[in-house]
């Protein structure tokens, strides 16, 4: 495929990297399983004997251990779950178990699953989401042996209400975390909490559940369920012993256009081409597209060529004449699908049937088809560019070979700095470890909120002096009902004090005086006010516009808040799966975008500014400081683009309303002494961007947050209330503010402040020692995209002295710490 | 850093520091006790309370009903409780959701031997004292003999509540079984037209005429408790606790003369509406009950001019309950008679027509008269149109 000539027209192969098959290594049943649970698995799936890790993380599960398994997509670590707690259902009817799942469709996906192997043990397993009504809620509640949720539902509705669950927590035995991986940086801390308060509830209704965790390849599956349960141990179970066929990951480059400005052919044709070739061997595939733009472009894109070639027209960059024959287009339109988030379950199940039972046979897709989805095997995935990290890279490439068949995987990589650097070092990719997953249970702005609906669930009772508290409620680590895991006894008792003080907590002390209770007042529950993916605004519904037809009114599909102005402002052309929408008008208040199917020849894309300052200094040290900060985005205007050239054919403007998000940021600015020690201007701005990315990153790892619940900024002004520009989108901006005596700002994304900048700022030593770490543990020898950043490196004004750059990087890190009075 | 100081730095932490009202509490150690409880012969304090708390005379006065009789007409009318003992149950709360605090528990208990009215009410002074003060509430219930239990829309909240925090506290709540009396579900269905609400208040205005003076808004009464915990004991004996009290004793107290009006009424129903509502399958009474319940109604319907269509709705429901009781009586000629009588009022009613046509062909073998009715229904049923054409051809009658 890779020798075709439309292939070799395009693209250059950078990279090949094949892995030889493996033969499985199987192990016999554990023999704590009951035969019938073992049948049910050879008749329902014709699984005879496990794979030799699945046997072996049973074992740890038949032992009561905690077990967190890391192995490769498809390598059967449901089994591992599922064969152990029908298991226990078959012994013991009251036993029960609760598995978290990050998404709805995930958990509605592992309860059929689940169905179809345990229907005939007389296990009931249910779901219990938003999307539940409510006399299956109480059936769910009253006989499901399996409750299957995720971490949201089971804060703001399971937990407060734990008294009507008390049948589920009284015989809860296993608590099974599914996709570990997901849950980091400020989601995970906010997980973590509630999981703690499980815990409490777990203990107080007598129970303690074993826990299941399964992970994705990270580099510290162990430590994230540790951090995470406030477990001590795990078993960790990562040798994968499924069979795998031969895998060959092939890294492409489109090629260059211009050889004078290194300008190469778009990313998203190559994408097409070779998806294209994919499809004509008949081969099922599966293209991860980076945003969900790039997959409605390529839906098209394909569906247009297969059409086209059905009815023997040859298909190239030109745009197409006429429509092609209207079956030819049916049959494309079921043979390629597009999937991501903002369709409506209706059409995502559909698509997942379709693919799993290979009447789709190309499917376009964002991170939405990553995670455990039951979609079958494909034979290929192409990665439409670098997914940003090795984890997202390995846990999509997986999903490529079934059951011992060959899989190849094909990543396009686009022009952005990024992905370049991938191309110029691919041994980084195929040979460094993944990444590391973290979380931070203690960050304040996530502990205290949680701490007060543990009190509104059960109250906290900590001695007040010289007493003890009975011997049952402070062992086995999580503290009882009374204590919170991974934090002793003593500093939980300052803290609820603390908290007793400042009135965020409601102290009593019993009449002996021997004990303080702490509880939280108030009817509803604390945890309506705690959203833990940050605030939640209404969705935008796009609504059909189809006076005489039937569709009239129907909803086509979601869209959230947050991208409404970029998606859905008037003229916008909004696709769904290939087909084009014009939206006509739009009901900001009522939240619907009223659209009409065209047939148009464009997409549009709207121009996005997005700018940060301070509002209120809360702490100036020097030339450094923290404060409340604004980060706006304004949508002036969208650009037309034509569909396959991308040629820029027209402007139109938008009037929609900013988005303001008010939350924390730090700050240090470049004195102009300090600005001195990197003398020429062009290199300072390149150094001052380059600082920037490490200490955001520095700051990722040290409030152990994701690097996405941090953003930073650069702007010139320095004054207080002037606008920065936000990294690292719009880097030709960016470059025009690091001019100058610059200001680098260190933002939480999070509405509100997450607590990750102030502790950032407030640790400054060893956010800047974390960064000269970052920047001397790179390998590469004047600073790349990895440690410095995309802007950094950017192949423009800036990039001429990368010899420099490292040591300015460096000057610059002493000169603003020394700034940063602490 | 410890994580006390990393609270202190922390937004949360500022944010109630410029604005401690964002959840009021008090600290320190208090010696207040945790529940204080009321028990007293209802004649006594209480009905001094209630006369307080009401404007001029109530329609049949301020007294109590004899609690013997009134657990016999319970039973008889609504078909439960075995005992006679009756326990009106009312709770105040601090809202509706989920982890709701129940901090006025009052009772009513009519002792059917002695034949008097005890009143008791436990109110929560502090939020340590929850658990102590079900305890002995259910403690006080669960040592009674077998008792009858009375509330207004206890089956859907207030017995949940005390449930679901009885077992928060981990204890038993095994008092609250037995028969209960939602006094709800027959109020409605007595006195429920569609127009207004049956709310407890609005009931006892339009059925004892009683008005309440200075009683606390429902609204207001969770925003109490909250108040109550900060205050000192002194301010809560002057505040807006007490009035909350007083609003449950008034609860009780209208609550036991409804259910005596609701079973007055059902015994005698004076209306169509509350013959219906007595024959209502949930007041589970004999057919025999039934029949003799609504015949009046149905029977005094003269023929000859259209009742309104609100009757006319009615008298169908009444027509229905009659014949559903005469099919299991096995009484087929009464049951003609009311199916009969039912297509005068409600011409071509499909399930009267149905029945009556299945009827006069199995049980009479009246081809003919079946035809003709199945024939005037306004759903014929095609298929058995087309059976008794056959059958009546196959004998040369048609």
Known sequence: MLESLEFRRVAEVVAVETTPARAGTYSPWPTFLRPEVRAAWAREEGIERPYAHQAEAMEHIGHGRDVVLATSTASGKSLCYQAPLLDAVARDPAARALLLFPTKALARDQVEAMRKVGGSLGAGMGTFDGDTPPDQRRATRARAHFVATNPDMLHQSILPAHDRFSALFAGLRFVVLDELHT??????????????????????????????????????????????????????????????????????????????????????????????????????????CRTRKAVELLTRYLREDEALERVGVHTGDAPVAGPADAGARAAANSHVRGYRGGYLPDRRREVEQALRSGEAQVVAATN?????????????????????????????????????????????????????????????????????????????????????????????????????????????????????????????????????????????????????????????????????????????????????????????????????PLYLHPGAIYPLEGETYEVRRLDWDGRKAYVRAVDSAYYTEAICHLRVRILEPVQVRGDAGLGYAQVARAVPGFKKLRFRTHENIGFGPVNLPDLDLHTVAAWWRLSPRAAASVALPERRAAAVLGVAHLLHHAAAMLTMCDVRDLGHA?????????????????????????????????????????????????????????????????????????????????????????????????????????GDSV | MSLVARFERSRIARLQAQDPAVVDGVTGPSARASFTTTKEAWDRRPAQLLRGGIRGEPRGGWGLPDPRRLGLALTQTLGVGTTHDIVALDVETTGLGAGTVPFIIGVLVGD???????????????????????????????????????????????????????????????????????????????????????????????????????????????????????????????????????????????????????????????????????????????????????????????????????????????????????????DDAGLARTLEAWLVVAPGDPRASERLAILRERRFGDLIGALRVARSSREPCGRRIARLQRRLRSRGLL
């Not at chain 1, 007598?206 to 141990?233: F, K, V, W, Y």
């Not at chain 1, 795998?244 to 256009?257: E, L, M, Q």
């Not at chain 1, 604390?526 to 519904?541: D, L, S, Y």
């Not at chain 1, 719009?730 to 994304?749: F, N, Q, R, S």
């Open chain 1, 183 to 288: 849950y980091r940086g400020v989601f995970g801390g906010h997980v973590a909490n509630v999981l703690r308060r499980l815990w409490r509830v777990c203990a107080r209704y007598g129970s303690r559940p074993q826990i299941i965790a399964c992970s994705a390849t990270i580099a510290n599956p162990a430590a994230l369920a540790m951090a995470l349960t406030g477990r001590e141990e795990f078993e960790l179970v990562a040798r994968d012993t499924s069979p795998k066929g031969p895998r060959s990951f092939v890294i492409v480059n489109p090629k260059v256009t211009d050889e004078v400005t290194g300008v190469r052919r778009d990313y998203l044709k190559v994408s097409r081409v070779v998806t294209n070739e994919l499809r004509k061997a008949g081969a099922g595939t599966l293209a991860f």
């Open chain 1, 368 to 564: 939405a088809l990553e995670l455990g989805i039951d979609i079958g095997g494909v034979d290929a995935v192409v990665l439409a560019g670098y997914p940003g990290t090795r984890a997202a890279t390995w846990q999509r490439a997986g999903r490529a070979g079934r059951r011992g068949q060959p899989a190849l995987n094909i990543m396009v990589l686009s022009s952005r700095p990024l992905d370049q650097a991938v191309a110029a070092d691919t041994q980084a990719l195929f040979g460094r470890s993944v990444e590391h997953a973290r979380v931070d249970p203690s960050n304040p702005e996530v502990l205290i909120p949680h701490l007060r609906c543990a009190a509104h669930e059960l109250p906290f009772e900590v001695p007040t002096s010289g007493a003890s508290l009975p011997a049952e409620d402070t062992g086995r680590g999580e503290g009882g009902s009374h204590g919170w895991a991974g934090i002793a006894p003593a500093s939980l008792g300052d803290l609820l004090e603390a908290l007793g003080d400042r009135g965020i907590l409601h102290r009593e002390v019993d009449t002996a005086g021997d004990r303080a209770r702490f509880f939280a007042l108030g009817a509803a529950s604390p945890a309506r006010q705690v959203n833990m993916r940050g605030p939640v605004e209404e969705n935008f519904e796009v609504v059909e516009q189809a006076p005489d037809r039937a569709e009239h009114g129907r909803v086509l599909a979601e869209v959230n808040f947050e991208d409404a």
């Open chain 1, 714 to 818: 650069v702007g010139s002004g320095g004054q207080e209330g002037s606008w920065a520009c936000v990294g690292p989108h719009k880097t030709p901006a960016l470059e025009m503010e690091a001019w100058g005596h610059p200001t680098i700002y260190l933002y939480d994304v999070l509405s509100g402040g997450a607590g990750l900048s102030g502790h950032a700022a407030r640790n400054a030593r060893q956010l800047f020692d974390r960064a000269r770490r970052l920047l001397d543990g790179c390998r590469c020898g004047a600073g790349c995209v990895t440690c410095l950043g995309a802007e950094s490196s950017h192949g423009s004004s800036l990039g001429g002295h990368s010899a420099h750059r490292r040591a300015d990087v460096r000057t610059l890190l002493d000169a603003l710490e020394a």
């Open chain 2, 112 to 330: 059917a031997v002695a034949k008097t009215w005890t009143f008791r009410q436990w109110t929560l002074r502090r939020m340590g004292g929850e658990g102590p003060m079900l305890e002995d509430c259910l403690a006080y219930l669960g040592g009674r003999r077998a008792f009858t239990l009375l509330s207004y829309n206890g089956k859907s909240f207030d017995i949940p509540v005390l449930r679901g925090r009885a077992r928060r506290v981990s204890v038993d709540a095994f008092a609250l079984r037995g028969p209960h009396v939602d006094l709800l579900h027959p109020a409605r269905r007595l006195w429920d037209s569609g127009r207004g609400s049956c709310r407890l208040q609005r009931l006892e205005r339009a059925r004892l005429g009683v008005v309440r003076v200075g009683d606390i808004p429902g609204a207001e009464i969770p925003e109490v408790f909250w108040e109550s915990l900060a205050g000192t004991d002194e301010a809560l004996s002057s505040g807006r606790l007490p009035r909350v009290e007083r609003h449950n004793a008034i609860d009780l107290w209208s609550l036991v003369r409804l259910c005596e009006e609701v079973v007055g009424r059902m015994g005698a129903p004076a209306a169509l509406r509350e013959a219906l509502a007595a024959a209502h399958p949930r007041a589970r009474q004999s057919p025999a009950r039934v029949i003799q319940l609504l015949r009046p109604w149905t029977d005094n319907e003269p023929g000859d001019r259209a009742p309104a269509v609100g009757q006319r709705r009615l008298l169908e429901v009444a027509f229905r309950r009659i014949s559903e009781a005469q099919r299991k009586h096995g």
